[in-house]
RNA sequence: GCACCGGUAGCUCAGCGGAUUAGAGCAUCUGUCUUCGGAACAGAGGGUCGUAGGUUCGAAUCCUUCCCGGUGUACCA
């Protein structure tokens, strides 16, 4: 419709323009455009004048009922009743169509637990990840992590000291379970990491452990009591990601442990030091900002000859690149890192000139925990993934009487909690709202649909796809239009929350069409069936493209 | 210091490639209804969109100043 107008404007005016409608108060109509202001002053003519010229045109075509002009040259448009119900059946757009996409989220170390921050952004990439494959891209899901490291030492150390040494067998004693075994292995960690703050011997012994660590990668040692005991906890490490993945119920990703992204880095940035892209300075290897670009100096192997993070990340992006040759690579980090991930992209695209332009680096906020009189006592503190889980499920639970529904619920909560802000502040997760059965949230959009289902199932009447409209149903079926507008947004801009918003919208125009318009025993029953199973197909797949589960039933 | 992100109703947030009267939820208040799952519907109050300027016929939206909050600023990740 937006090409149609431009061509009207082309014939009219001999003049390009990209025409936007938008969709007005249905008092105006069901689309208006401002074209005729944003023409006035390149015509020099009358926005009004311009308006009427475009209007009359547009009267021609039979889809629109009705065009006007009003204010300083508004065009309303109102579709007639095929074109509003046309409107419903429209696809989304896909402009990712044969992109070749590497999305990098989620990356928790491993020996350590997912915590809060870890839940938003997996959950919330894997909904992005699914507005990608909705837009037609070929996709790889990754993630990358430390699976050496400092924070691995003060773990191992841990654990050698809570079996009482050197002793792999006893590792069988632990739990099979693989969140038991994470939760295990973080309490060695905790165990590690405050030795290694008070106690000066173990902290020797633990920087020597770091060492020794990186050893059993360079030689491939997997023989010693020790390194079974390394290679072991960071298998059940990676088993424990899978399970938590799992638990969530979001898809699982290719991972990417530092132990082998550093090396290929090194590689990588002696090269580019050899080639003069990096210098040497005090001892260390660092790539230089640029003052007038703001980018900062970074170092990328320290003075000590250790790869930073810097190098590292260098790696990944070259393993992604040389693995899955993405045409588009997309990276959602907190945003504590947006300065430094900015210089990495620069090194990267300086290295591999290829690269530039390639790359889009996503920021979020991190997770407040709303009100917190009412969390503390449940949360705290607490940063756990797990932990939220639990909280959500225990208020869950008290709520909804089947218990087969009560995980799609609990899920369907933090799910829609977190992916109807926008990304990029911090957000406030309130456990009360989250699960609210009012307003909007997961658990008022899951039963809207199933109370939706249930009407269905109550009536035997057959019904097929709606074929005219009446009066009442116009505000419903030009709410049901708008949602592959919706998508196309959302899909466009990688941004969720406007789904959340236009799926309340549209439960909310379905209550009042519905608290007017008796369904079941109407004269018109056949014909309201078919606007409530639309209702509850588009609620549903709005459902699915925000990961959230909608059962026929609650 | 410099840079980045944010500052919209009491609270939590949308809107920000300018445009017809600035929206929603929660909270508060008032109605409807013996309810096809009422977990509903109708309505009210509440905002000089952080500040001061500028561009424009028109600015929450674009530009600039300042204020407030958060983050980052070479050998952590």
């Not at 009922?65 to 059946?89: C, H, K, M, Q």
Request: include cysteine; proline fraction near 3%; hydrophobic fraction near 35%.
């Amino acid at each position: 419709m937006e090409q149609q107008l431009a061509q009207i404007v082309q014939k009219v005016y001999d003049v390009q323009t990209d025409v936007r409608l938008t969709r007005p108060e249905p008092q105006f109509g069901d689309y208006a455009t401002n074209v005729a202001m944003q023409l006035a002053k390149s015509l020099g003519k009358n926005p009004r004048d311009i308006a009427e010229e475009v209007a009359e045109k547009l009267r021609e075509n039979e889809d629109f009922i009705e065009v006007s002009v009003a204010g300083p040259g508004f065009i309303n448009i109102r579709l007639s009743d095929a074109a509003l119900i046309r409107t419903v059946y429209t696809r989304p757009a896909r402009p990712y169509v044969d992109q070749n996409i590497v999305f990098e989220y989620s990356c928790p170390n491993a020996f350590k637990e997912l915590h809060t921050g870890h839940l938003y952004q997996t959950m919330y990439g894997d909904t992005v990840s699914r507005l990608m494959l909705l837009g037609g891209a070929k996709l790889t899901r990754t993630s990358f992590g430390g699976d050496v490291g400092l924070h691995v030492a003060k773990c191992l150390w841990g654990v050698r000291d809570t079996l009482g040494g050197e002793y792999p067998d006893k590792l069988g004693e632990i739990s099979e379970d693989a969140l038991e075994r994470a939760r295990w292995i973080s309490q060695c960690y905790v165990r590690g990491a405050s030795a290694y703050e008070d106690d000066e011997v173990a902290k020797d012994d633990i920087d020597e452990l770091n060492k020794t660590i990186y050893g059993y990668h360079d030689a491939d040692n997997h023989d010693s009591p020790l390194a079974q005991i390394y290679w072991t906890t960071r298998q059940w490490s990676f088993d424990y990601f899978d399970a938590f993945y799992e638990l969530i119920d979001v898809e699982k990703l290719r991972y990417y442990p530092e132990s082998e992204t550093a090396p290929v880095g090194l590689d990588v940035v002696k090269d580019q030091l050899a080639a003069g892209k990096l210098k040497e300075s005090d001892g260390a290897v660092v790539f230089e900002g640029d003052e007038s670009k703001h980018l900062h100096t970074r170092v990328f192997i320290t003075s000590k000859g250790l790869p930073t993070y810097e190098t590292k990340d260098i790696g990944v992006i070259w393993m992604e690149k040389d693995e899955y040759n993405f045409d588009h690579r997309y990276l959602l980090t907190g945003n504590d890192q947006r300065e430094y991930m900015r210089v990495v992209f620069a090194a990267a695209e300086e290295f591999r000139p290829e690269l530039a332009g390639t790359m889009t680096h996503l920021t979020n906020g991190t997770v407040r925990f709303g009100d917190g009189k009412k969390m503390s006592s449940r949360l705290g503190n607490v940063t756990r993934a797990v932990d939220v889980l639990d909280a959500v499920q225990t208020k869950v639970d008290e709520l909804v009487a089947d218990a087969s529904k009560r995980r799609a619920v609990a899920l369907g909560a933090v799910k829609y909690a977190f992916a109807k802000y926008r990304l990029g502040g911090d957000i406030n997760f309130d456990l009360d709202e989250t699960v609210s059965l009012q307003g909007n949230s997961g658990p008022y959009l899951q039963y809207a649909h199933a109370r939706a289902r249930s009407i269905l199932a109550k009536s035997d009447e057959q019904f097929t796809l709606p074929r005219e409209l009446f009066d009442e149903d116009r505000a419903l079926v030009r709410k049901l239009g708008e949602y592959h507008e919706a998508v196309d947004t959302v899909i466009r801009e990688l941004a969720p929350h406007h789904i959340c918003n236009y799926l309340f919208e549209l439960a909310q125009e379905f209550n009042r069409y519905y608290e007017k318009n008796k369904v079941i025993g109407s004269d018109k029953e056949a014909h309201r069936l078919s606007l409530v199973a639309l209702y509850a197909d588009i609620l549903q797949a709005g459902l699915a493209i925000l990961g959230i589960d909608a059962p026929e039933q609650l």
